[in-house]
């Protein structure tokens, strides 16, 4: 392992992300309404420990103490998302003030401290009067997300730029629609109800891109998905192709409607019998051109074929070697063949590593310090492979470590830290890791 400091060009975005319900508490606070994951969470046994997200991080209250966390670690940009449910309570109609106000105050924050607000319009808590309507299973949410995307532009693009439509659509429709891991909760024998919500958040990232360049025309716009390098568990024709279903799955049922205007043939034919509805105009609208394709990296997957088996016939066969807390494989090698085959593939015009991290088992040691040499040594890593990337032409302008601090980890609850921030959740104390005080150095070094 390298220890140098990898070189990124002077205008490099360094940055750390969160999301509005891992880290905002303050959910019945100042007209906010109620989300999917407030429910969720309040349902017994879906959550480790029964945790909830109903005060998290404190950071609606303790932002300012936030944004001095982000000057500390020299970053240039921070990458939230805004709670749909504080904008517009009921996830439509009448727009809350407050809502606006404490959003608008962040944004000033940042761009006083130096810091490019880079903001995510749904990192996953849709309102829960919405879900009552059928959530992304209805096409109607186009619409409605078409609206909220318009008021969030309006209100804070005189100052915000750079915008991420949607965090992930494969965890909210798959882990939400059909796994019933993630909010709402559902869980089908039957890939349809995913395929449609896909489907219908594809449409609703099309139709976003094109709201926001009207309400704000100099504006970054893209999408951020979560990809996945597949290696084939043996080079036997079945593991080959038991890996190709599986990057369809992953990677190209997004990637492919979004830069190439249809879905992947071999997918379509598999799983044709539970497809959505495409209109006439349909695909035009979810390839509509962005500025950027935002990369959520963690792990690769290693795949066996096992016919009989759900979604897409294959077996994850676990490798050897360093693993996180969470249990996935760390394989930075997998980051470079990510950015290198999506660039080859599609040529966004621009990449950003909007996610990347992992979580450790911190200890806060008697110096009153918390020293992850496990995380420093991931990112140190990772920020290697990068740059290789970047090297061999990939164009990535930013990369944004999950996360800034320990939050609530979705259905792990406050059971996994993945922050370069340690938070001691009984009080609210903030502790830079050593991995924030290396992601300070990194940052402080741009050329």
């Known amino acids: 392992m390298s220890s140098e400091t ?32 407030d429910r969720f969470s309040h349902t017994p046994s879906k959550i480790c420990n029964g945790d909830t997200g109903d005060v998290a991080c404190d950071h609606y209250h303790r932002w300012q103490e936030d944004i001095g966390l982000l000057k500390r670690l020299n970053l240039n940009s921070y990458r939230f998302s805004v709670a749909w449910s504080r904008i517009l309570p009921n996830g439509r109609g009448p727009v809350n003030q407050a809502g606006i106000d404490f959003y608008s105050r962040l944004v000033d924050g940042l761009l006083e401290a130096g810091i490019t607000p880079s903001l995510t319009l749904y990192h ?34 005189d100052r915000v730029k750079f915008f991420i439509t949607q965090n992930e659509p494969w965890v909210f429709t798959w882990l939400g629609y059909v796994m019933g891991e993630h909010a709402p909760g559902f869980t089908s024998e039957s890939v349809k109800p995913a395929l ?82 495409i209109m006439p105009g349909d695909m035009e609208q979810i390839s509509v051109p962005t500025d950027f394709l935002g990369v959520n990296y963690y792990s690769r997957h290693v795949v066996a074929d096992a016919p009989g088996g759900h979604y897409t016939e294959i ?24 950015l290198k085959r999506v660039h080859a593939d599609y040529a966004p015009r621009a990449i950003y590593v909007t996610e990347n991290g992992a979580p450790y088992d911190d ?85």
């Open 196 to 277: 449609v919500t896909t489907h219908n958040a594809l449409l609703a990232h099309g139709a976003a891109v094109k709201a926001l360049r009207s309400a704000v025309p100099d504006a970054q716009v893209g999408i951020t998905l979560n990809l996945y390098h597949v290696d084939p568990a043996t080079n036997r024709p079945a593991d080959l192709e038991a890996a190709a279903r599986h990057d369809g799955h992953l990677n190209r049922w997004y990637l492919d409607p979004l830069f190439r205007g249809h879905y992947p043939s071999d997918m379509v034919e598999l799983w044709q019998a539970d497809l959505p509805d």
């Open 124 to 157: 996953w808590d849709l309102p829960q009067p919405l879900q009552d309507e059928g959530g992304w299973l209805r096409r109607g949410i186009i619409d409605d997300f078409v609206a909220y995307t318009d008021v969030v532009a309006r209100a804070l693009g």
């Open 363 to 447: 200890v806060l040691t008697e110096d009153g310090q918390i020293h992850d040499a496990e995380r420093t040594s991931y990112l140190q890593r990772h920020f290697a492979a990068a740059a290789h990337a970047v090297r061999d032409g990939v164009p990535l302008k930013g990369y944004f470590v999950w996360s800034l601090i320990d939050n609530f980890e979705w259905a792990f609850g406050y059971s996994l830290r993945f922050g370069m921030v340690y938070v001691d959740f009984a009080t609210q104390q903030r502790i830079v890791k050593d991995s924030g005080k290396y992601m300070a150095q990194v940052a402080a070094a741009r050329s």
């Open 6 to 37: 990898p070189h990124f060009a002077a205008d490099f975005l360094w940055g750390a992300s969160t999301a509005s319900y891992q880290i905002e508490g303050a959910v019945a606070e100042d007209g906010r309404g109620e989300t999917i994951w």
């Open 315 to 338: 077996m994850t066969v676990p490798q050897a070697g360093e693993h996180c807390a969470m249990g996935w494989e760390v394989y930075p090698d997998g980051l470079y063949a990510i």
